[in-house]
């Protein structure tokens, strides 16, 4: 069976820190993979969504960049970070062959 | 592109009774509808889903319906107990689409005792 792994669970940065979230899936190949963001604890907002290794798409101008390094690994990153990067960050994948999203436990972040 | 909307964006119901919450989209070739439950501090976790070529779907508690006319959905959640507090979302996508779903809002469902 697919699992879905994010790292860490939370974080406590300081502004203009660096950033890097981790998520990685198991138990399939190929898969494409997003990455959300949730703020005041509602609404999904997607930030960026990959099909592959190398390839990535990006939904909403900002600080923060996404990189997929190896199939089913996708990374979140930001060289400075802001108060505004607060929230919940989510990972999620989808099969090729199918349309469903599946989401990982998720990231907390405070930018303090 | 696509528009999710979703209602009520609170609901409160008292235990054993029905909670109904509505989604419409905007895109009449969208084809695929799931649905999230999410628990505080957890991830969205699917539900119930339903393609475009069927009109309702059920499982146990749960049932999904769909009107491509009128291109509205509604997730009915019966016999509410209080572990089916959260938030609920609902989705919108077109088969084919990398970027996939466009997510509603989402309603935060509270079940009384």
């Known amino acids: 069976s697919q699992t879905i792994h994010q790292w860490p669970a939370t974080l406590v940065q300081p502004v203009g820190s660096p950033l890097s979230l981790e998520c990685t899936v198991e138990g399939t190949s190929n898969p494409n993979l997003y990455w959300y963001r949730q703020a005041a604890g509602r609404g999904l907002q997607l930030l960026f969504y990959?099909?592959?290794?190398?390839?990535i798409s990006s939904e909403v101008p900002q600080n923060l960049s996404a990189s997929r390094p190896q199939d089913r690994q996708f990374i979140l990153s930001s060289k400075k970070l802001l108060l505004s990067d607060s929230g919940f960050y989510l990972c999620a994948w989808r099969g090729t062959s199918f349309e469903t999203q599946y989401f990982g436990p998720g990231t907390r972040l405070l930018v303090l | 592109g696509e528009n999710v909307e979703q209602h009520p964006s609170t609901l409160s119901v008292q235990e054993g009774d029905s909670a109904v919450i509505k989604c419409t989209y905007s895109?009449?070739?969208?084809?695929?509808f799931p649905w999230y439950k999410q628990e505080l501090g957890k991830g969205p976790q699917l539900i119930i889903d339903i393609r475009s070529n069927v009109g309702e779907k059920k499982d146990q508690r749960i049932a999904v319906t769909l009107n491509k006319t009128a291109k509205h959905f509604s997730l009915h959640i019966t016999e509410t107990q209080p572990e089916d507090s959260a938030v609920y979302f609902c989705?919108?996508?077109?088969?084919?689409?990398?970027?996939?779903?466009?997510f509603g809002s989402g309603t935060q469902l509270t079940v009384l005792p």
């Open positions: 990959s099909v592959g290794i190398g390839q």
């Open positions: 895109d009449s070739a969208s084809n695929y």
């Open positions: 989705a919108a996508s077109l088969d084919g689409s990398a970027r996939q779903l466009t």
